[in-house]
T-cell receptor
Framework: DTAVSQTPKYLVTQMGNDKSIKCEQN?????MYWYKQDSKKFLKIMFS???????INETVPNRFSPKSPDKAHLNLHINSLELGDSAVYFC??????????????FGPGTRLTVL | GENVEQHPSTLSVQEGDSAVIKCTYS??????FPWYKQELGKGPQLIID?????GEKKDQRIAVTLNKTAKHFSLHITETQPEDSAVYFC???????????FGSGTRLQVQP
């Protein structure tokens, strides 16, 4: 069983479209994250949810909106896609946010290409 | 906020040699330092981590050292094998709800 899964793996779309990426974890974790990895491989946190509560919201355009229907799912919706949104998006999860419970496990990534 | 610098950006070694990757961090409140390995087309995979209450941790051919005074930590891979070839990332995190901040990555190539 895949611990952290994302769909789709590849997403190619036109500028201006709206798209969603889904993430699910079956680890029973309380915290989930979205990261963006750019063409230079740099990994940067975008959002984090703990028990469905938004706890980290980095400087990300408000065209990006995370949604957590339950603790096992964290979806990322992107409106009005721009060329600069092309990147690999990774979902991750951890048991909790601090102490010895904050080890993060990553999904396989979604490669988004905006044409 | 936290700033993590990682060196070198690329590293090429012969099979069987050792490889060392170094990172420095800026926030003295950081207390958790994981290392991730990312193979082509895959997500980062945790390979080892260390918390601020220890100075060194070892797992088979992989070891991590932490110097809290100097605010730097290092990954050591001994007896490298071709399958160790990947991009390695260091990261640092403070307590509670702080974010994990990643270094810029090191592309390790192990020549057979």
């Amino acid at each position: 069983d895949t611990a952290v899964s994302q769909t789709p793996k590849y997403l190619v779309t036109q500028m201006g479209n709206d798209k969603s990426i889904k993430c699910e974890q079956n680890l029973g974790h309380d915290t989930m994250y979205w990261y963006k990895q750019d063409s230079k491989k740099f990994l940067k946190i975008m959002f984090s949810y703990n028990n469905k509560e938004l706890i980290i919201n980095e400087t990300v355009p408000n065209r990006f909106s995370p949604k957590s229907p339950d603790k096992a799912h964290l979806n990322l919706h992107i409106n009005s896609l721009e060329l600069g949104d092309s990147a690999v998006y990774f979902c991750a999860s951890s048991q909790d946010v601090g102490g010895s419970t904050d080890t993060q496990y990553f999904g396989p990534g979604t490669r988004l290409t905006v044409l | 906020g936290e700033n993590v610098e990682q060196h070198p950006s690329t590293l090429s070694v012969q099979e069987g040699d050792s490889a060392v990757i170094k990172c420095t961090y800026s926030d003295s409140a950081s207390n958790y330092f994981p290392w991730y390995k990312q193979e082509l087309g895959k997500g980062p995979q945790l390979i080892i981590d260390i918390r601020s209450n220890v100075g060194e941790k070892k797992d088979q051919r992989i070891a991590v050292t932490l110097n809290k005074t100097a605010k730097h930590f290092s990954l050591h891979i001994t007896e490298t094998q071709p399958e160790d070839s990947a991009v390695y990332f260091c990261a640092a995190k403070g307590g509670g709800r702080r974010a994990l901040t990643f270094g810029s990555g090191t592309r390790l190539q192990v020549q057979p």
